[in-house]
């Protein structure tokens, strides 16, 4: 008898273990690929429609983008959309738009679809790992087009702000940086979002993570920016971030703050993730223009 219950023990565990291995390999494979989101319509904000431009990146990932120049001044930016986004789809939607005002205040705009997303290349996400090198080849693009360093900024969105964070850090030729929405490290975000994006209970994360990490070929915990956003001085950073913030809490801003203290800091009220330039577009645009306009050569 007492074997028997051993038996049916060992049975029940080796299913449940089955189940859990088998549930976080589904949930790695499923989180792990981003979501294609692309409006083509997007483009009519635009009073003249804006150039399609494709490059690759150092690893062969095929990046596409809208190239919309400007002859008031030789100042570039480039703007990074955030997670399961695309340069259409950011901000709900009012990417364009932003890019469009940015546009008639002189400045040279390069949108780009980070890799698997929008009408980039295939990729999985790796939260700024690999996504950096998207950023980095956008430099190299504009460069070529006779954009000079330091005068080529970056504006990046929340998993687009924390990847441009990791890009400015490595590449010494962008002038200045913007982050909007940004986390300092992934895994905190994570774990307080987990139940919500997955519907899974927190049990599974650190073995989707795992799982994850297995299917991309990087530890994905390690994206901390964090530890990478001190390097980038003594260039310019602007942080934003909403105290309201309910995908990606406001500490992480403040751990970002704390990690340069030279970077200027500037909170707003938003109650949606990554919607500062919903809440005062004008007021958005003043911000980030007067920042650029001083900052890059």
Known sequence: ??????????????????????ISVIAANILSTPQRIFDPKAVSVFSQPPSEVDFFTSDGVEIAGWFLSSKLNQKAIILVHGMNSS???EMGGRFPEFAAGLNR????????DLRGHGQSGN????FGIT???????????????????????VL??????????????????????????????VYPVMQQNWSNVSGLPNIFLPSTMMFGSWLTGYDLTTSKPVNEIGSIVPRPVLIIHSKYDPFTPINQAYALKSANPLS??????????????????????????????????
């Open 87 to 89: 340069r259409t789809a």
């Open 131 to 153: 996504e950096r090198r998207d950023v980095i080849a956008a430099v190299n693009w504009l460069k070529r087009r006779g954009y000079q360093p330091k005068a080529i900024g």
């Open 264 to 297: 200027i800091y500037w909170e707003t009220s938003a109650t949606n993730h990554a919607e500062s330039y919903n809440t005062n577009p004008k007021a958005y645009i003043r911000k980030v223009s007067d920042f650029f306009s001083q900052n890059l050569n």
């Open 123 to 126: 990729a999985r996400f790796t």
């Open 105 to 112: 205040e002189g400045f040279t705009i390069l949108m780009i």
């Open 1 to 22: 008898m007492k074997k028997h219950l051993v038996k049916i023990t060992i049975g029940i565990s080796a299913s449940l273990l089955t189940a859990y291995i088998g």
């Open 156 to 185: 990046g969105v929340s998993m687009g702000a924390s990847t441009a964070i990791s890009a400015t850090a490595e590449d010494s030729d962008i002038g200045a940086l913007v982050t909007d929405s940004a986390y300092a490290e």
